[in-house]
Every structure is written in C-alpha cells, then in structure tokens.
C-alpha cells in the first residue's frame, strides 16, 4: 500500500530557478491537495482538484501551478524560485464524503 | 472560507498529566476532523466528528463536537511521551472536499 507518494524529500533552489515536486496516489481518490507548511502556521492551501482536468487556487495560490491530466498525478511546479517559498510541501488526496484525508511525506525545499 | 482558531498555540506537560486542545469558530461548522502530526512527520487523521454534542473515545484521547456545533475539544488522559506533536482540528466548508486547518496545538511531553 503506496498511499501518497512524495518526491523528492529534499530540495535545494537557487533563486529563479523553476522545479516540479511530483505526487501521485493509488488508491483512486478523486479530490487531492497541495499545502505548505511554515512555523506557526499550520497547513495552508495551495491548490486543489476535485478530479482529472479540475483544478482551483486555494489560500495560497501565487508562484505555483497544478494540472491534473490523470486521476492518480497531481504536479505542483514554481515558475520562479522565491525564498519566501522555502516551506515544507505535503501532498494529500481523500475519497467521498466522510473519508479522511491521506497526506504523503512532505517536500523540504529551501531556496537560496 | 470559514477559520477555526485553536488554543493553546503551545503546551508543556508532564508526563501523566492530562492535556486539553480546543478548536473555535465563529460559525457553524458542518464537521471537525482532528489529525496528529508527529514531529518530522505528515499530518495523520485522528477521527471525525459530525453531530452536534457528539463525543468520540480512542483510548486515552477523548474528543467532542459542540452543542453549537461551534467548537470542539481533544483531551488527552495521562499523556505519555508517544502523545507529542502537533495536533490540529480541520473542517470541510459547504461543497468543498478539501480541510481547511487550524493552526494547530503543539504538545511536549516532559518525562
């Protein structure tokens, strides 16, 4: 049982520089999410999708991308490497109603 | 969407001392979900709650949804080393699928 799948754990940027942290899930969930987690501020929303070629902006959307073309692969890509995105980034998905949320591992990315 | 406040932010205890985490809106929510997250870890779901007055036991943990359906606790029985890190309540806003969540209570655990 895979779950959530994460990669890569670590990740060191330079400023500018763009990157794709990958997740990907096999347990068929429809709904799947990207937060980042920074001290003192729990988990904040980044995007979202509610199923294959669906996304939206959650609370957190500036200086990253989503797309969703399958139902198991939900990619968060920086355009352009900021410090203030230096963070730690979990992936979740989670089926119908009244299901809990699965988080994968996290991305610890720094940037430089 | 809707914001949950959760206190305390931090909480020392010693070990065998009970310890309480509170979750606060100012409206109605249609559900609570608590997850614990050990430190270096993911946030792992805990339990959900849905009805008003409800109270849920896992061993030492007890939880409750608000008559109000506006606030909901967590209270841990004689905390044990293994009960440190950060536990956060979340909530599903109508028509979403995806938690919004507080900012968490951070618990150590002193043996």
């Known amino acids: 049982n895979a779950g959530v799948t994460q990669t890569p754990k670590f990740q060191v940027l330079k400023t500018g520089q763009s990157m794709t942290l990958q997740c990907a899930q096999d347990?068929?969930?429809?709904?799947m999410s990207w937060y980042r987690q920074d001290p003192g501020m729990g988990l904040r929303l980044i995007h979202y999708s509610v199923g294959a070629g669906i996304t939206d902006q959650g609370e957190v959307p500036n200086g990253y991308n989503v797309s969703r073309s399958t139902t198991e692969d939900f990619p968060l890509r920086l355009l352009s490497a900021a410090p203030s995105q230096t963070s730690v980034y979990f992936c979740?998905?989670?089926?119908?109603?009244?299901?809990?949320?699965?988080f994968g591992d996290g991305t610890r990315l720094s940037i430089l | 969407g809707q914001q949950v406040m959760q206190i305390p932010q931090y909480q020392h205890v010693q070990e065998g001392e009970d310890f309480t985490t509170y979750c606060n809106s100012s409206t109605t929510l249609s559900n609570i979900q608590w997850y614990k997250q050990r430190p270096g870890g993911h946030p792992v779901f805990l339990i959900q709650?849905?009805?008003?007055?409800e109270v849920k036991k896992q061993k030492r943990l007890t939880f409750q949804f608000g008559e109000a359906k506006k606030n909901s606790s967590l209270h841990i029985t004689a905390t044990q080393t293994t009960d440190v890190g950060t536990y956060f309540c979340?909530?599903?806003?109508?028509?979403?699928?995806?938690?919004?969540f507080g900012r968490g209570t951070s618990l150590i655990v002193h043996p």
């Open positions: 347990m068929n969930h429809e709904y």
């Open positions: 979740a998905s989670r089926g119908g109603a009244g299901q809990p949320q699965h």
């Open positions: 979340a909530h599903l806003s109508g028509g979403s699928y995806i938690p919004t």
């Open positions: 709650l849905v009805k008003s007055g």
